[in-house]
Structure formats: C-alpha cells, structure tokens
C-alpha cells in the first residue's frame, strides 16, 4: 500500500491538470488571422537593391573558407599561497597553467601563409589554425613585427583557398566594406560599413598610417580580413577606438600595401628590413620657422645627423628643413615620418630642403636601419 500511495497521488495531480487545461479551453472560438501574401511595395522598384543583397551574398560566400581562427598559448605558472610547510622547507610552490590568446587570420598563398596580427600570437609557444572545413592544424611563426602589428604563420594544409591582397592607396572614403573573423570566438562572422577615413594616424604610430571603418571589430577580430567588394584584402583589421571595450563604430586596419612589404620582407628576410635616412627631427612653429627663414610652416627640421649614416654621405645637416621627397611636399613633421616609413633599403630619394632659407636638393641612398637603433631613429 505505502508503494502504491505516491503513485495515486501522482494521477490525482496529473488528472487535475488536465481538467484545468480542459476547462479553460473549453467553448473558446479559435481568433481569425490573415496573413498578407506580398509585400507593401512593388518588386520591381527594388530590383537594384535585391541585386546587391544577392551580390555580398556571394562575396561573403566566396573569401569565408580562406577567413581562419587563430589560438595561441603559453604555458605560465602562478605562485600558491605560502604555507607552514613552504617555510619549513623554505621553498615556494608554482601551479602550472596556459594563457591563451584568440584572433582571426587569412589565407594570402597557395603554399599555407597566414596573415595575423602580432599582438594575436606575441611571447606564444604554440599555434594552431581553425579552418571553416572544421580542420585544426598547428601553424609555424615565420615572422613577425611588433611596430606594424603584422605576423605571418605557415600552415601545411591541401585544398586552402588563399585571397589577393588588393592596393590601399586605391580606397578611398565612403567605400562599401567587409570585415570577416571570429568576434568573442564566433567563427565565420561577417560585418559591413564603409571606409570612415583614410590615412588615420595614431598618437603613436611611428609613422604608420591605418584605414579607418565603420564596420563593426570587436575581441576576436584582430587578425582579419577587412575586404572591398571585389573580395580583395585592403587591410588587417587590427584596433578599436572604445571607452567600454566593445566596438563603439570606429575600427582601424592596416592597409594591405603596408602589410604586403612587411610579409614579403619577413619571407625573404625572416624580419621586416626598415630603411634609414640617420636623422633625427622635430616639428616646426612659427619661432623656428622665422630664424630659420622659412616661409610658413610646411617642413620638418633636422634636429640630428648619425654619424656614417645616408644623411651624413649626403650632407645634410642639423637645421635644415625638409620641405619634399621625391615631390611630395612634406606638410608636418607626421607626414614626414608616414614617408620615411615606406622607404625601401636601396632606394634612391632626392630631398628638397631649406638651408638658411635658400632651397638645396641632394640624392640620398637609403640604408638598412642599424639593430641597435630600431625604434630610435629615421
């Protein structure tokens, strides 16, 4: 008897529930509805639009499976808390852990290179790729450069689909974008905007120019894509401006002509080779300008010559303004540096400058930056 009591107790409830589903449905009439069968305007008006959907559509559809998830980690190790027996024996005891690190990344060649950011993989032991096709392969570090944020991993890999890497200097604002990554580890998101600016500079740079975009990077991000409608690659998505730590709609890319010299130059070199004038600068203002006899404040000044350095060999010396390369008038000091960023070792440049307020030409043969100077100097 005692069995059987939960068991009738259970049909009395499950019987009760019944009768109050049943009671409060009985005599209700079932409301009517009609659903319209074609939108609110005519088709035809928007044919334009419906070809465009159709047309990211395929775009987003062609460049994913060469869009790939990056995860890196290190092992690290973290000090317990002391007890009587660590201090007996005078030892302090270390908990082994991994920190990890997760971005995004693209396929550039047919032989398994990867674009990244630097500060995706920085002071990490082991890398591995996710491709869209669900394989996860471990990747090797062929180089990387900290000043630009540009990594290239290698990954042995059949059947890969790279992208083109198309020309920067060519976006210009309002252009329709893509972003594609893994946002918080959401594999294969693709977000869209437009080119907000270009030639967007940051308080420290080091010359290095960034396309601005309105297309939404968050977390995750870093590492990407950012592609035109052609599906060509114009930047690596690499930084947000936020106050919250989320996208806020402004995010910055390296631009793929930076990120095509830094790759080909960790490819043949194993590092980024920068060139060297052997200056040092500063910026102009109106005091300077007038004891120097310059006319406005176009310019920089050279504040520095190193010694045996190309500036040196080509007699250039401290107070003379640069006022153009090869052409380009230099408007400030930053201009000045965006132009020495992109000089190639070996090239030839001529520079206009003032020197007591007449102008001067010389020819300079740019070098390769000293080890010991990275950083300090152009």
């Not at 008897?1 to 009671?23: N, V």
């Not at 290239?152 to 329709?176: H, N, T």
């Not at 690659?233 to 390296?254: E, H, L, P, R, V």
Request: aromatic content about 4%; proline content about 5%; hydrophobic content about 40%.
């Amino acid at each position: 008897m005692r069995r059987l009591l939960p068991l009738l107790i259970l049909g009395i409830l499950l019987g009760y529930s019944w009768w109050r589903f049943e009671h409060r449905t009985a005599g209700r009439t079932a409301e009517k509805y009609t659903l319209p069968d074609a939108p609110a305007l005519n088709l035809d008006d928007v044919k334009i639009l419906e070809a465009t959907d159709a047309a990211f559509t395929r775009l987003v559809q062609a460049v994913m499976p060469s869009v790939v998830s990056v995860t890196s980690s290190r092992e690290v190790y973290q000090r317990l808390p002391l007890t009587i027996d660590d201090l007996l024996r005078g030892q302090q005891r270390l908990q082994s852990g991994k920190s990890t690190s997760l971005g995004s990344g693209v396929i550039v060649s047919k032989e398994g290179h990867i674009l990244t950011n630097h500060h995706v993989i920085a002071n990490m032991t082991e890398i591995r790729v996710l491709l869209t096709d669900g394989r996860n392969i471990p990747a090797k570090l062929i180089g990387s450069d900290e000043r630009t944020d540009i990594a290239v991993l290698r990954i042995e890999a059949k059947d890969i689909q790279a992208l083109p890497l198309g020309d920067s200097e060519a976006v210009f604002q309002g252009q329709q974008v893509v972003a594609v990554g893994n946002p918080y580890g959401l594999d294969g998101t693709a977000t869209f905007g437009k080119i907000s600016a270009t030639g967007r500079k940051t308080s420290n740079d080091s010359g290095l120019e960034y396309i601005q975009t309105d297309a939404a990077v968050n977390q995750g991000n870093s590492g990407g894509p950012l592609l035109n409608v052609r599906g060509e690659i114009i930047g690596i998505n690499s930084a947000i401006f936020t106050k919250t730590g989320g996208w806020q709609g402004i995010s910055f890319a390296i631009p793929s002509n930076t990120t095509k010299r830094v790759m080909e130059s960790i490819l043949s070199r194993g590092k980024l080779v920068r060139g060297w004038l052997g200056t040092g600068f500063a910026q102009l203002n109106p005091r300077l300008a007038l004891s120097l006899g310059v006319p406005d404040l176009k310019g920089a000044i050279i504040t520095e010559i190193y010694p045996n350095s190309p500036a040196a060999r080509a007699g250039l010396l401290p107070e003379d303004v640069v006022r153009s390369i090869d052409g380009k008038v230099i408007e400030d000091f930053q201009t000045l540096r965006t132009i020495l960023a992109k000089l190639e070792v070996g090239a030839t440049i001529e520079i206009e400058i003032l020197r007591a307020g007449k102008p001067v030409k010389t020819k300079v043969l740019i070098e390769e930056l000293p080890p010991q100077l990275e950083g300090q100097t152009r």
